[in-house]
């Protein structure tokens, strides 16, 4: 053994054991960035949004989300009833979720049902101009922190002809995000495309038991468990088919049966009232 080789050996030693254990820079941010456990942030209106025991069986899909994650995708769920991109963002949510969000995180944002109405001024957007404007504050805000931006079309409400063909409710604003979302080169999640072929698929009478139609309501939008354990498993095939996950964080998509009574059960409701 050479002098030099010996006298490194013997330094290597000396050293504490962490200073001793020589980790390539490449390996060490490998480490950081794939086996922390990262959160999933939602940005959304009432279809996405946790509910309040008042409001039971309805029911959004961010709830049922983590059905189909790994345990160590955590999913933070800011979604909330009534709002458009307009309005969250104004109201300050977007800069409290934006506080909360770390590099390597997602934030995944669904909006249009609110943005459409027209009659209010505090959450209208206009699909071409506004809209894109607003999502932009999102995408922008995601990327300053070093996260990954995901926007989704919004899921459809329950609309049928005459003769039972699932009819599209949106308007321009699925067609606007998909457009922003190339733009920017952002991952898109179709959901709009994917839930009115699910409707389409179930049919007039199906759907039912996925929103929330109940003895006192007939509600075409908000769902009922089953229905939002069906949107989740689409979100979730399309994080992983749009590769936003890898296969190891996506779980559960051929074989949770949204019609089980036990997963129903596993979805949760807030104590006390709806706010506004």
Avoid: C
Wanted: hydrophobic share 40%.
């Amino acid at each position: 053994m050479s002098t030099t080789r010996r006298a490194t050996l013997a330094a290597l030693a000396s050293l504490p054991l962490a200073a001793a254990t020589l980790t390539s820079p490449a390996s060490a941010a490998t480490t950081t960035r794939d086996d922390r456990r990262r959160t999933l942030f939602i940005a959304g209106d009432s279809t996405a949004a946790q509910k309040y025991l008042d409001a039971k069986p309805e029911s959004g899909w961010g709830t049922a989300l983590p059905f189909f994650l790994a345990d160590r995708v955590r999913v933070a769920n800011h979604a909330v009833n009534g709002r458009s991109s307009k309005s969250f963002a104004d109201e300050g949510r977007l800069d409290t979720l934006l506080a909360a969000i770390r590099p390597g995180d997602l934030l995944l944002v669904q909006f249009a049902h609110n943005d459409e109405k027209s009659a209010d001024p505090t959450r209208y957007t206009e699909p071409w101009s506004t809209y894109q404007e607003y999502l932009k504050l999102y995408v922008d805000g995601a990327r300053a922190k070093g996260a990954r931006p995901v926007l989704a079309t919004s899921v459809e409400r329950r609309k049928f002809d005459a003769s039972g063909n699932s009819l599209p409710t949106h308007g321009d604003y699925p067609a606007s995000m998909r457009a922003l979302a190339e733009e920017e080169g952002v991952a898109l999640l179709d959901l709009q495309a994917l839930s009115l072929a699910l409707w389409q698929k179930l049919g007039v009478e199906g759907t039912k038991t996925y929103f929330n139609w109940t003895a006192t309501e007939q509600d075409n939008t908000h769902f009922n468990p089953p229905g939002a354990i069906a949107v989740a498993r689409l979100v979730a095939t399309e994080l992983l088919a749009r590769e936003v996950l890898p296969a190891r964080d996506v779980r559960r998509t051929d074989e949770l049966d949204e019609l089980d009574p036990a997963w129903q059960s596993r979805l949760t409701w807030l104590s006390g009232t709806t706010p506004a």
